[in-house]
């Protein structure tokens, strides 16, 4: 148990559909990440949020949506997927944006 | 493309072996680093970190190796175990108040 829970731990969508992943962190940190993380590729950063505030956005397409109400809860907002976007989503977080992320066990989304 | 990368995809040792896992790196800039874990179907979690201004860190059977000169970082692992099986990366952090940048994971098989 790393402290940052994310749920669900699976999602399977429609092209068509509006879902939401959810991600909570017990460490006090600032800062909270969304990577992407698809088979033989590395972690891809898709989104940064520092005290709250959307401080990288790494060209993500608009039909993820993040949402981050405070520093314990990231969400991010599933919109018109497409197959392609089918992969284990990662939430982390951070003391500082740069230093030791501590990562949650992954929402695993298939879109179908 | 990436900043960080891995030399080899796969590596397969017998157990109580001493593995070493390589990561080349292209940004000189870049202050630290940190080796992560990931097992099946969890998230990556943390294993060892460095900063620049050494060149040595041990920790418990596990060392990180970082060669500024040739920009190349390793892990080694002493006495293997089955329980080390797992994917592995190298993150570094490019500049301060930015987030972490993976590189591809190499997939560490033990067997017994």
């Known amino acids: 148990e790393t402290g940052v829970t994310q749920t669900p731990r699976h999602l399977v969508m429609g092209m068509t559909n509006k879902k939401s992943l959810k991600c909570e962190q017990h460490?006090?940190?600032?800062?909270m990440y969304w990577y992407k993380q698809s088979a033989k590729k590395p972690l891809e950063l898709m989104f940064v949020?520092?005290?709250?505030?959307?401080?990288e956005n790494n060209s993500v397409p608009s039909r993820f949506s993040p949402e981050c109400p405070n520093s314990s809860h990231l969400f991010l907002h599933l919109h018109t997927l497409q197959p392609e976007d089918s992969a284990l989503y990662l939430c982390?977080?951070?003391?500082?944006?740069?230093?030791?992320?501590?990562f949650g066990q992954g929402t695993r989304l298939t879109v179908v | 493309g990436e900043s960080v990368g891995l030399h080899l995809p796969t590596l397969s040792v017998q157990e109580g072996d001493n593995s070493i896992i390589n990561c080349a790196y292209s940004n000189s800039a870049s202050d630290y680093f940190i080796w992560y874990k990931q097992e099946s179907g969890k998230g990556p979690q943390f294993i060892i970190d460095?900063?620049?201004?050494?060149d040595k860190r041990q920790g418990q059977r596990v060392t990180v190796l970082l060669n500024k000169t040739v920009k190349h970082l390793s892990l080694q692992i002493a006495a293997t175990q089955p329980g080390d099986s797992a994917v592995y990366f190298c993150?570094?952090?490019?500049?301060?108040?930015?987030?972490?940048?993976f590189g591809k994971g190499t997939t560490l098989s033990v067997s017994s």
């Open positions: 460095i900063r620049s201004n050494m």
């Open positions: 993150a570094e952090n490019i500049q301060a108040g930015t987030a972490l940048i």
């Open positions: 949020y520092n005290f709250k505030e959307q401080t």
């Open positions: 460490l006090g940190h600032n800062a």
């Open positions: 982390a977080s951070s003391q500082g944006e740069g230093s030791e992320a501590f």
